[in-house]
Each structure stands twice: as structure tokens, then as C-alpha cells.
């Protein structure tokens, strides 16, 4: 089953698989509990239209308790002697227990009766606006600009067409140019539907709407068969795993090694960063000041200092004082292409005289809310150096999430990362599918059986 098939199942109003789970639970703890119910019945051994009956037993089992007590209370009176104090013995041993019982409670250390208190405090139920949510709904939040946008085109477009021609064909061109998913992506899938919508027939809005968001994933997806959206660490487990990131000033390429260190600290990893930006204003204690809030170590220089040389003294650092991870900074002066490839040859060269293997990722950062000037950039950045992935940051705050198409279809780069929200674990791992549900969630016809 291909993608599109599985998106417009997904939106067919049949059950997912968590809420099928969810029904298993209730259905299997509904069956736990009947037979509780059936076991009270069968002591009773009274069914449903003999209720009444049920009612007097009941009625003589408290006549026959209140005999039984009174002929209790009868016995207690006419007991003899020794039968007294065979009785005095009983109620004393069960008082003693109840004693000792008593005395164990007061015993314990008060400390660890409150200890205990706090351990029952300190473990409720998380309430639902802390549960953690499912990467769907993160993407499902995330893209809401960009489905909300790329609908509103779209519809746009259908509602002003009458007939399926070359007019539809170029609107349909500046549409999808719009929607940010590359000139070259639009150019193909306005010639391949040419000939797809006829053999088809589509002539509905819901059909020529399908068709197109079916060729937009499929080539999304036929980009995507060799991806690999992995992060890719060292092999010897005794070596530091290096990423190096690059971007120009102001995507958020400093936040987002900022969000990346507290996601490896949190894991258990021994995290250092590098301030290999040492050319930009407030570049050097914008990456320190991460460090403190995330609890890590920073390698630092004055500014204007060789970035190679602090790219050096980490490298040094990270292999003696055996840290797990190395992510380092740079500076993003795209102007001058000569100084900028200069600049990271040097850096990269540091890296590989001390560590062969590394870096494992040279990670370009690129801010989703520019669209077409990201994908300019990423063209840039792939002459310069060589670019394993990119972190595709604000994607929540923009309608352009169509930008993933044209990077993924024109630079035939993989998406390793994506900033989902401002919060410190909003930076995800990029998940092809979830992206593509998150795209076209309610712009797919349900699938009808």
C-alpha cells in the first residue's frame, strides 16, 4: 500500500490503531468485571425475572442473622464458669494483636511515614495537559499553518476552475510555486497530471483535488525510497561523535545545538559544544548561555579568534575528558562563498587529523518561514561543503512547510530534523510520514469501502 493510499485510509473516519487498543482495554476489563457479576449470580442462583424471590431471601437471610445474634447474645448469658474464661482468654489474645498492631504503626520512624507520604504525593497521575503527546499530534500541531495555507490555495484554485485545461494547468503551476514546494517540483507535477487527471475522467473539485495531492506525495515519497533520516553517530564507542552545523545568521541554528544538547544530557550522554562562531556580535555568549541552562560544557575564545583553533582545543577536550557527543558552532557569512568554504575546509580538517571518522553529520539549518530563500541557501550551502542533512527549524510558525517537497525533490537532501514548537523538546526527529499526514490531514478524500 502506497502513501497516499495510506494517508486517505488514515482519513476515512475508520478506527486507528490507538483507539482500537483503547476499546480492547474497556472490552477486556468490562469481560474481567462480568464475571465477577455472574459469580454474585450464581451464589444467588437467581435470575433476572426472579428478582422478587431474591428480595425475601434476602429479607430471611437478615431475619435468620438477627435469630442467630439473639441466640448469641442468649448463649453469652447462660455460659457457665469456665466457659467465661475460656472466652476472657480469646478476647484478650485478639485485643493484644490489635495492640501490637497498634504499637508497630507507632514505631516507625516518623521520616519514613512522611517519606512514604511524599512518595504517594510525588506520584499522581499525570494530569492530560502534561502527558506527553504522540508524534502525530506534534506534527499535526506543527504543520497546522502549512495545511490551513496550502488548503486555502488549493481551494482557491478549484473554486475558480470549469474545466481541466492548459489555463487550469498554468494556475495550477503558480499555485503550487506559491505553496513553496520548488518551481521545478511544480513544472512536474503540472505535466504529469496533464494526462493522469483525462485518463481518470476527474471531474469533480474532490477528484482533480485528490489527484493532485496524490502526485505531490508520490514524488514525495518516490524522493524518499534511498533516504536515510538518521542521525548517524561514531562507530567506536570510545570516540566522541562530532556534528557540525551550518547556516546562515538568524535560523536558529545556535537553538537548535542548544535543544540537541539537552536531548543527549537528558539521555545520559557527556555533552560538549564549541563557540566556533566567533565573528558574530553575541554569538560566543548566546551559545554559552545555553550551556548553563542546559547544564553542559562550553569551549570558548575571544572573538575574532580562528574558529579552527576553538574547533581544536574541543576536539582535544572531548577525546581526553571521554565526552559521548561534540556540537559545534559556526559562523554563517554566505556573502563571501571563498572566505566561508576556506573557513569550514579548515574546521573539518581540525576534526579529521584528530578523529578519522568525524564529523558523523554536517548538518545544514535552514528557517522554514523564508521558503524559497531557504532552498536558495541550501543551493549555496551544498557548493561549499558537504551537507549529510538538514534541521528545518520554525516549522510551526509558517505556512511554507512545502519547502520539505523541493529540498527533498531538487537537492535530494534528507531532513533530519524539525523544530515542531518553541519548547525545549520540540526539536524532533523528522518522520517522512508523519510530515506528509501533517501536510494534507483533512485535504484527502475519506476512502470509501
Not at 433476572?48 to 431471601?57: Q, R, S
Not at 549529510?388 to 527533498?408: H, M
Request: no cysteine.
Amino acid at each position: 500500500m502506497g502513501l497516499f493510499d495510506r494517508l486517505r485510509r488514515a482519513f476515512s473516519g475508520e478506527p486507528e490503531e490507538e483507539p482500537k487498543k483503547e476499546d480492547e482495554i474497556v472490552s477486556t476489563s468490562e469481560e474481567n468485571s462480568e464475571p465477577e457479576e455472574t459469580a454474585t449470580n450464581e451464589i444467588t442462583a437467581t435470575p433476572e425475572d426472579e428478582l422478587p424471590e431474591v428480595a425475601e431471601a434476602k429479607t430471611d437471610e437478615k431475619e435468620t442473622e438477627s435469630v442467630a445474634k439473639e441466640s448469641e447474645v442468649i448463649e453469652e448469658v447462660v455460659q457457665t464458669p469456665e466457659e467465661v474464661e475460656v472466652t476472657e482468654k480469646i478476647e484478650a489474645t485478639s485485643e493484644n494483636k490489635e495492640v501490637g498492631v497498634a504499637k508497630k504503626v507507632e514505631e516507625e520512624p516518623l521520616e519514613q511515614q512522611s517519606d512514604e507520604l511524599e512518595e504517594t504525593k510525588a506520584t499522581p497521575k499525570k494530569p492530560q495537559s502534561e502527558i506527553e503527546p504522540s508524534e502525530t499530534v506534534r506534527y499535526d500541531k506543527g504543520l497546522a499553518k502549512s495545511r490551513k495555507g496550502f488548503g486555502a490555495k488549493l481551494n482557491a484554485l478549484l473554486a475558480n476552475f470549469r474545466r481541466v485545461d492548459e489555463d487550469f494547468f498554468e494556475e495550477l503551476e503558480e499555485t503550487l510555486i506559491e505553496a513553496d514546494v520548488g518551481f521545478e517540483t511544480a513544472m512536474k507535477i503540472s505535466d504529469e497530471l496533464q494526462d493522469e487527471v483525462k485518463l481518470r475522467n476527474a471531474k469533480s473539485r474532490s477528484d482533480v483535488s485528490d489527484a493532485i495531492i496524490e502526485r505531490l506525495v508520490d514524488i514525495y515519497e518516490s524522493e524518499g525510497i534511498d533516504e536515510d533520516n538518521s542521525l548517524h553517530f561514531a562507530k567506536d564507542p570510545d570516540e566522541p561523535t562530532v556534528f557540525l552545523f551550518v547556516g546562515v545568521n538568524g535560523v536558529g541554528k545556535t537553538t537548535t545545538i542548544g535543544k540537541l544538547a539537552h536531548r543527549y544530557q537528558q539521555a545520559g550522554k557527556k555533552v560538549l559544544l564549541a563557540a566556533g562562531d566567533t565573528f558574530r556580535a553575541g554569538a560566543i555568549e548566546q551559545l554559552a548561555e545555553w550551556g548553563r541552562r542546559v547544564g553542559v560544557d562550553v569551549v570558548t575564545k575571544p572573538e575574532k579568534s580562528d574558529p579552527a583553533a576553538v574547533v581544536y582545543d574541543a576536539v582535544i577536550k572531548a577525546k581526553k575528558e571521554n565526552y559521548d557527543i561534540l556540537l559545534v558552532d559556526t559562523a554563517g557569512r554566505l556573502q563571501n562563498k571563498v572566505n566561508l568554504m576556506n573557513e569550514l575546509d579548515k574546521i573539518k580538517r581540525v576534526i579529521t587529523r584528530e578523529l578519522p571518522d568525524a564529523p558523523q553529520e554536517v548538518l545544514l539549518a535552514l528557517d522554514a518561514t523564508t521558503g524559497q530563500n531557504a532552498l536558495t541557501q541550501a543551493k549555496q550551502f551544498k557548493e561549499v561543503t558537504d551537507v549529510t542533512g538538514i534541521v528545518l527549524t520554525k516549522l510551526d510558525g509558517t505556512a511554507r512547510g512545502g519547502i520539505v517537497l523541493a529540498i527533498r525533490n531538487e537537492l535530494h537532501l534528507p531532513v533530519k530534523l524539525v523544530g515542531l514548537g518553541e519548547k525545549m523538546d520540540d526539536l524532533r526527529d523528522f518522520s517522512p510520514e508523519e510530515f506528509v499526514y501533517g501536510l494534507f490531514k483533512g485535504l484527502v478524500t475519506p476512502k470509501k469501502d
